[in-house]
């Protein structure tokens, strides 16, 4: 697989988490842009979070200053740090990658390669 998620877990609303993505040798010559997405019980997948090969970065409005998206290349991973946790955060979060530039708004047909998902579960 080109791209490996892990780091899911359970949390108090409020709390913090951090999802982490590792790629692939392939994935990291390849791709210029990596983007995190969503998956919750009330919306379609939602890109909430991409980063370019400049380290420029771009969040939806609902995460904008609650999460964070660094990467390591030495290390192949890309991170997504959740702060300010909330119930509606919960849902399944996938990492994906993509050759072009990273689209604003972060729209998941553009995208080709996904790992498979790791669950995030917030409590009240």
């Known amino acids: 697989a080109q791209l490996v998620e892990s780091g899911g877990g359970s949390v108090q609303a409020g709390g913090s988490l951090r999802v982490q993505c590792v790629a692939s040798e392939y994935a990291l010559s390849n791709y210029h842009c990596m983007s995190w997405f969503r998956q919750t019980r009330e919306k379609e997948r939602e890109g909430i979070a991409s980063?370019?090969?400049?380290?420029?970065?771009y969040y939806a409005d609902s995460v904008q200053g609650r999460f964070t998206i660094p990467q390591d290349i030495a290390k192949k991973t890309l991170y997504l740090q959740m702060n300010d946790l909330k119930p509606e955060d919960t849902g399944t979060y996938y990492c994906?990658?993509?050759?072009?530039?990273?689209?604003?708004?972060?729209?998941?047909?553009?995208?080709?390669?996904w790992g498979q998902g790791t669950q995030v579960t917030v409590s009240p």
């Open positions: 980063i370019n090969e400049y380290d420029i970065t």
């Open positions: 994906a990658a993509r050759s072009g530039q990273c689209p604003r708004p972060i729209i998941n047909d553009y995208f080709r390669t």
